[in-house]
């Protein structure tokens, strides 16, 4: 604002009155002044007061939301244990009480089991595990754990009981029906040779397989008691299988060697009742204790194995049988009795060891080499050592425990086949080459689907056995052939070994068609051919009524036929040699037999040769005393066509003893020795054409009277 104008203020200081008021006017401002700032300063005390309630509302607002969060996350951790520690009743119910024999009660009985299996393996949180009510819930877990686990491993033993004692009793009622007196045994042992099979175990295993799931709960859970119902398995089984496969190689091996006497060794088996009662009662005795000691089911294998043990080897001492006895029927019943036995083991252990992997959740994969060994007993190896320790075995070994289980049931299979074998091999050495054949298959059939199968090992091991018997049948043959010996008063013939050669031979080829292990086949024919030749050669020497050509003709011609019929791939160069042989012997009688009849006139052209080969020339050999005309007219006198005749004939006579009837040689012979006469004949006469020129001396027969007389004579005989 501009400053008032001098004339104002003077004009305003003029007036007392007009000053007096105004500073009225400004004490009373003043007042008012003082009464606003007390005001503002009691506002400010308010606002002050404000303040501080505000800050204790902001804190007080803090804790409660501080406080809300602790009971979220209270909240959180309660519905935690509460959803994932919390069984239901129906559960508890199930676990408690639950029926394991019915389909409906093992459904609930697996769901409160899988209920309670992840109960108690929730991952707690930290802290959790201090809780007393989380303590004390998982102690009612293992509580109920143990229970149940105690109860379904008992219920499962009396299941494995039950199906033994079934099954038991199905095998004594079969036995006792074969040891009723005045039975006639033979027409049963036909009719139960029709139904040789074993037993099947399909339908135990279809009711063990329910209880797969909770079999896999006990071994995740407690492994001590699903080693128990393990081993138990294994004692009633192997017993069980025991039983069936030696009453099956029983029918075996009476349907094998036609005879009847050994069903009679059916009547010492007990009485079924009192034994089925004695072996369920030694089996419930021990049902109890599932991982406690199995002597009472040792003792019991010993008392029902007493009268099987003659059983099973008492048709091995009949004597051996000659292979002659035997026609091609005999041997193809033997090969279909052989084939059946393997066709019915293979299915069956295959699908026990299907059923144990299942019902034992065992994986079956290749397992790590070095992880176990067969050698190494169930008792004291490392299966024992890892159940004792409670521990599940690792992955790895899970392929070598059910190799083991298997060993342990069938444990009776491996002697029994060697039996079947051997009685086999003592019936017919032949027979050796069929169960070569079939046992070969069936290895290489179980190689191609597990290699490290019981199945696989197991036949491999036979097969070896087999192998031996086969290399044992053409090691006898051979020695056979070294101990031939010949009559010296009748004619030899074809050796008893060469035709068992052929027999041999024929019998392989139609066996080996096709066969996988053909190899094996080809070694022993090179063996016995070889053995064959030196000891025909060795025969052909000794013989004294047979000439030496004669043995090695006939018998290497038979080999030759022999080897052209079947065409043997691996002998051809045996077939060419045997071929050799028959021609240069037959050559060689034939030159050594028509030396006989024409003697003198042999006698004197060879003194003729020797002459000229001495040097002196052909023609003039007439010249020599001994050699001349007349001598020649003289010795060609004495063998007139009538004395040729005669001559032909007694040769005839003589080749016809010498000779057998079943090789047919002898027009064969006849042929050689015609043809050999006549070349002999051209050239006596080639010598006298050159030696004695012009004297007109001649043979007094000529070539067609030579066939005329052979021919007649071959007729007439």
Avoid at 65 to 77: F, Q
Avoid at 514 to 526: M, S, V
Avoid at 527 to 546: D, H, P, W, Y
Avoid at 566 to 589: G, W
Wanted: charged share 25%; net charge neutral.
């Amino acid at each position: 604002m501009a400053l008032p104008h001098p004339a104002n203020i003077q004009s305003i200081m003029a007036s007392e009155k007009q000053v007096n008021i105004l500073m009225k006017l400004l004490d009373e401002a003043l007042k008012e002044v003082d009464q606003i700032e007390l005001k503002l300063s009691s506002y400010e005390e308010m606002l002050q007061s404000v303040k501080e309630q505000m800050d204790q509302i902001s804190e007080s607002n803090h804790l409660i939301h501080l406080s809300n969060t602790n009971n979220v996350k209270l909240l959180s951790e309660i519905e935690f244990l509460v959803n994932h520690m919390d069984l239901a009743k129906g559960h508890i119910k199930a676990l408690q009480e639950g029926d394991l024999a019915s389909s409906r009660g093992i459904e609930a009985c697996t769901n409160a089991a899988d209920a309670l299996l992840q109960c108690m393996n929730v991952a707690l949180r930290p802290g959790h595990d201090m809780l007393l009510a989380v303590k004390q819930q998982q102690q009612r877990f293992s509580d109920l754990r143990e229970q149940f686990a105690r109860r379904l491993a008992s219920h499962l033993n009396n299941v494995f009981v039950q199906q033994f004692t079934q099954a038991l009793l199905q095998l004594y009622n079969r036995s006792y029906f074969l040891s009723v007196p005045g039975h006639d045994q033979s027409s049963t042992l036909a009719q139960h040779s029709v139904e040789l099979a074993l037993p099947n175990h399909h339908p135990f295993h279809r009711d063990l397989l329910r209880y797969a799931k909770l079999m896999e709960w006990l071994k995740s859970t407690d492994y001590g008691k699903y080693e128990g119902l393990t081993k138990n398995y294994m004692d009633y089984l192997s017993r069980l299988y025991e039983r069936e496969i030696k009453d099956f190689f029983e029918v075996a091996k009476i349907k094998m060697t036609g005879t009847t006497k050994e069903s009679k060794k059916f009547a010492t088996l007990p009485r079924k009742e009192s034994a089925v009662k004695q072996e369920t009662e030694s089996l419930h005795g021990s049902s109890g204790k599932l991982t406690g000691s199995t002597s009472s089911l040792n003792k019991l294998s010993v008392q029902s194995s007493g009268n099987r043990r003659s059983q099973s080897s008492s048709l091995l001492d009949m004597g051996n049988m000659s292979a002659s006895d035997l026609d091609v029927a005999d041997r193809t019943k033997f090969d279909k009795i052989f084939e059946q036995v393997l066709s019915e083991l293979e299915p069956l252990c295959l699908a026990e060891q299907d059923f144990i992997s299942k019902f034992f959740k065992l994986q079956q994969h290749q397992s790590m080499p070095g992880t176990m060994t067969e050698a190494e007993d169930l008792d004291g190896g490392p299966f024992s050592r890892q159940h004792n320790a409670g521990v599940p075995l690792p992955v790895s070994s899970e392929k070598d425990m059910i190799r083991q289980m298997m060993i342990k049931i069938f444990r009776c299979i491996e002697p029994e086949l060697n039996n079947l074998i051997a009685l086999g091999d003592k019936i017919d050495s032949f027979n050796s080459l069929y169960m070569l054949v079939k046992m070969s298959h069936h290895v290489w059939t179980a190689q191609n689907v597990d290699p490290a199968s019981f199945l696989s090992t197991t036949l491999g091991n036979v097969l070896v056995t087999v192998k031996r018997n086969f290399d044992k049948c053409i090691s006898n043959q051979i020695r056979q052939m070294e101990e031939v010996k010949i009559s010296k008063k009748s004619k030899v013939g074809i050796l008893p070994f060469v035709a068992e050669f052929e027999e041999f031979a024929g019998l392989a080829e139609s066996i080996f068609k096709n066969a996988e292990r053909r190899g094996d086949l080809d070694k022993a024919y090179t063996k016995l051919i070889r053995g064959v030749f030196v000891n025909v050669e060795k025969v052909a020497n000794e013989s004294q009524k047979t000439p030496r050509d004669v043995v090695m003709m006939e018998n290497f011609h038979h080999i030759f036929a022999t080897l052209s019929r079947l065409k043997i791939s691996c002998l051809e160069a045996e077939k060419k040699e045997a071929k050799q042989k028959y021609t240069d012997h037959l050559q060689s009688y034939v030159i050594y037999s028509l030396g006989q009849p024409l003697e003198k006139l042999n006698h004197f052209f060879e003194g003729v040769e020797a002459r000229v080969a001495q040097g002196i020339r052909e023609e003039e050999v007439s010249y020599q005393l001994a050699f001349n005309k007349q001598e020649l007219r003289k010795v060609i006198k004495e063998y007139p066509g009538k004395e040729v005749k005669k001559g032909l004939d007694n040769l005839y006579k003589k080749v016809d003893k010498h000779l057998c009837e079943e090789e047919n040689l002898l027009q064969v012979v006849w042929h050689s020795m015609q043809d050999e006469f006549i070349r002999q004949y051209k050239h006596f006469e080639g010598l006298i054409a050159r030696c004695y020129p012009g004297s007109g001396v001649t043979m007094e027969f000529t070539i067609q009277d030579i066939l005329d007389y052979c021919s007649s004579i071959a007729q007439s005989h």
